[in-house]
T-cell receptor, first 115, second 110 residues
């Protein structure tokens, strides 16, 4: 069965802390994505990666960075967390050729609260 | 203007009702159209997928796309309490990541 695992479901951090959100997929997918989800705004793309060590900015990359050292793992980094980064973070993956439908496979999300 | 507009709801209907969920979009480069369902405290899951104008049916669900009007719809027949979730439209140019609507929260009352 397809599996995208986000290591932390709930985190509480303080302003200025460095935050790592980890995502692992077991489907050998080339493409991985980080979205954030906020009420009324839906899912907004932060960063995505087509392959190991490759990354591309999404629509709202400011304040975030990413790391993809291994194919199965895609990390989202908040260098200095701020309260406006309180959100639900969703990781997703899909194969390079989009598969049959272009479906994104999502993890269950990491809810981050920055105090 | 957002690329994809979706009424956030919430939408509350009685069990057995027909539900209509809609999105409009502005970018004519979108070629693939999806509906995701997201239960509370879970990640979104693909519900319906289509790439052409017209209707696609799967059980109680029908996805409708009108490319000329840039309008997509999801219809749920004989709605059930288990259909209570947030429904997100997602559009794809085929060259990048998906662009999502803001989601419509649906509550089906028993």
């Amino acid at each position: 069965d397809v599996k995208v695992t986000q290591s932390s479901r709930y985190l509480v951090k303080r302003t200025g802390e460095k935050v790592f959100l980890e995502c692992v997929q077991d489907m050998d997918h080339e493409n991985m994505f980080w979205y954030r989800q906020d009420p009324g705004l839906g899912l907004r793309l932060i960063y995505f990666s087509y392959d190991v060590k490759m990354k591309e900015k999404g629509d709202i990359p400011e304040g975030y960075s990413v790391s993809r050292e291994k194919k199965e793992r895609f990390s989202l980094i908040l260098e200095s967390a701020s309260t406006n980064q309180t959100s639900m973070y969703l990781c997703a993956s899909r194969p390079l050729n989009r598969g049959n439908t272009g479906e994104l496979f999502f993890g269950e999300g990491s809810r981050l609260t920055v105090l | 203007q957002k690329e994809v507009e979706q009424d956030p709801g919430p939408l509350s209907v009685p069990e057995g009702a027909i539900v209509s969920l809609n999105c409009t979009y502005s970018n004519s480069a979108f070629q693939y159209f999806m509906w995701y369902r997201q239960y509370s405290r879970k990640g979104p899951e693909l519900l319906m997928y289509t790439y052409s104008s017209g209707n696609k049916e799967d059980g109680r669900f029908t996805a409708q796309v009108d490319k000329s009007s840039k309008y997509i719809s999801l219809f749920i027949r004989d709605s059930q309490p288990s259909d209570s979730a947030t429904y997100l439209c997602a559009l794809d140019t085929g060259r990048r990541a998906l662009t999502f609507g803001s989601g419509t929260r649906l509550q089906v009352q028993p």
